[in-house]
C-alpha cells in the first residue's frame, strides 16, 4: 500500500555520468516535490511541481532538471554528477498548493565515484 | 524567505524522562508548523502538527506549542522511549503568495533515548 515510491532505493553513478531517479505516487495529488538532503542535514527543497507547473528553487544548480510526464510520475534528473551531488533524494507530495501536510517517499540514496 | 532555528541540536535523555525540542521562525505570515521524524536511512515522518489558530496540541505522548507573538513553537515528548531515538525537524509554512506549501525547516535535532 506504498503511497510515494521512489526507485530505485540506491543508485551508483559515476562522475559526469548523466542519472534519474523516479518518483510515482498512488494519491493523485497536484503537488509535488524534490528534495536534497545531505547527511546530518535537513531536506533541501530543489524543486516543486503544482499539477504541471514547475517551480524551481532560486539556488538549484543547473545541473538539476525534473520532468513531470503525467500526475503520477515525477523524475529528477541530473545532468552532469559530481561528489558533492552524492545525497539522499527525497519526493514528497501534497493533495494541493493550499493543503499544507507533505508525504514524503523512502528516499533515493545516491552515491558518485 | 523564512528562517527556521532549532534547538539543540543532540539532546540526550534517560527512559522515562521528557524531551523538549525548540524551534523559532522570522515570518510572521508562517501559519504551518509540521514536526517530522527521521530514523536513520527513512523518510522523515509527519508525527505531529499545528497551525497558527492553535496555541497547544497533544498527542498521546506528544504535544506541540505554538506562541505566535514570540514566534516560536516547540516539541514535547513526555515518557520517552528508545524507539524515540530519531533525528526530529521543525518546519514552517507560509500560508500565501509564490510560497504557499512550501516547507523551511530547522536543521533538526538528533534525540537519544537511553534505557
Known amino acids: 500500500d506504498a503511497m510515494v515510491i521512489q526507485n530505485p532505493r540506491y543508485q551508483v553513478t559515476q562522475f559526469g555520468k548523466p542519472v534519474t531517479l523516479s518518483c510515482s505516487q498512488t494519491?493523485?495529488?497536484?503537488?509535488m516535490y524534490w528534495y536534497q538532503q545531505k547527511s546530518s542535514q535537513a531536506p533541501k527543497l530543489l524543486f516543486h511541481y503544482y499539477d504541471k507547473d514547475f517551480n524551481n528553487e532560486a539556488d538549484t544548480p543547473d545541473n538539476f532538471q525534473s520532468r513531470r510526464p503525467n500526475t503520477s510520475f515525477c523524475f529528477l534528473d541530473i545532468r552532469s554528477p559530481g561528489l558533492g551531488d552524492a545525497a539522499m533524494y527525497l519526493c514528497?507530495?501534497?493533495?494541493?498548493?493550499?493543503?499544507?501536510?507533505?508525504?514524503f517517499g523512502p528516499g533515493t540514496r545516491l552515491t558518485v565515484t | 524567505g523564512e528562517n527556521v532555528e532549532q534547538h539543540p541540536s543532540t539532546l540526550s535523555v534517560q527512559e522515562g524522562d521528557s524531551a523538549v525540542i525548540k524551534c523559532t521562525y522570522s515570518d510572521s505570515a508562517s501559519n504551518y508548523f509540521p514536526w517530522y521524524k527521521q530514523e536513520l536511512g527513512k523518510r522523515p515522518q509527519l508525527i505531529i502538527d499545528i497551525r497558527s489558530n492553535v496555541g497547544e496540541k497533544k498527542d498521546q505522548r506528544i504535544a506541540v506549542t505554538l506562541n505566535k507573538t514570540a514566534k516560536h513553537f516547540s516539541l514535547h515528548i513526555t515518557e520517552t522511549q528508545p524507539e524515540d531515538s530519531a533525528v526530529y525537524f521543525c518546519?514552517?509554512?507560509?500560508?500565501?503568495?509564490?510560497?504557499?506549501?512550501?516547507?523551511?525547516f530547522g536543521r533538526g535535532t538528533q534525540l537519544t533515548v537511553w534505557p
Open positions: 514528497a507530495t501534497s493533495p494541493d498548493r493550499g493543503h499544507l501536510e507533505q508525504y
Open positions: 518546519a514552517a509554512s507560509i500560508g500565501r503568495g509564490s510560497t504557499l506549501g512550501r516547507l523551511y
Open positions: 494519491l493523485n495529488h497536484n503537488v
